[in-house]
């Protein structure tokens, strides 16, 4: 596929495989295949972010736990049907691996481009610490009339500035992937532990 349906949604991470590969789907007989990337942030955290990757990319009988690579692809998203709920499924839709002997440089472990549409009211609010967080949900355009809804979240004076941004607004965003821990409420007896992903905004722009 050319450079320029990937200009407005690209990412790039770099970590250790900490997973075997679960079959995904398949597309005109070419299986997609689940694994988990463990990415270092600079603090003492990690994210741990889900590749689908095609089986003509890697040969997905071998393990490669442990092996360092840097995946290049696309933050993507679908509806997963739960009971009567469409749940939101976010993975990162890898094009391009490369094996790496050591790595050194975790600046450049997690980074993403967006170059979307607001298709929700920003929710704005304050931590009880007076922290300012802004929550958006950002439309990028696929090919063939597709879009992938990615929640994104901004902090401080980028959450100031995100809170006024309305349905429609076309928005530019650099960031990290990451991945946040959640306890889901199934009924008054049961919680279940759950993986959320989201961007997390170092930059934002209005591109209008």
Not at 166 to 185: A, D, F, N
Request: neutral net charge; aromatic residues 12%.
């Amino acid at each position: 596929m050319s450079e320029k349906v990937m200009e407005n949604n690209r990412v790039s991470v770099i970590g250790t495989i900490v997973s075997g590969f679960t079959f995904s789907h398949a597309v005109f007989g070419e299986g997609f295949y689940m694994t988990e990337l463990l990415v270092n942030r600079l603090s003492e955290q990690s994210d741990v972010i889900p590749l689908m990757i095609s089986e003509r990319l890697l040969d997905i009988s071998k393990d490669y736990s442990g092996q360092t690579l840097e995946a290049i692809g696309q933050f993507r998203s679908y509806n997963r049907h739960e009971g009567t709920k469409n749940r939101l499924v976010l993975s990162v839709f890898v094009r391009e691996i490369n094996f790496m002997e050591s790595f050194t440089d975790y600046t450049k472990t997690n980074q993403i481009f967006l170059d979307g549409y607001i298709c929700k009211e920003p929710i704005y609010r304050k931590t009880p610490l007076g922290r300012e967080i802004a929550d958006l949900l950002v439309a990028v355009n696929r090919p063939y009339g597709k879009s992938d809804y990615i929640p994104c979240i901004a902090w401080g004076r980028n959450a100031r500035y995100a809170s006024g941004f309305l349905v429609g607004t076309r928005i530019l965003i650099w960031g990290r992937v990451q991945s946040r821990e959640y306890t889901k409420k199934l009924n008054d007896l049961e919680c279940e532990k759950r993986v959320a992903y989201e961007v997390s905004v170092s930059k934002l722009e209005c591109a209008e």
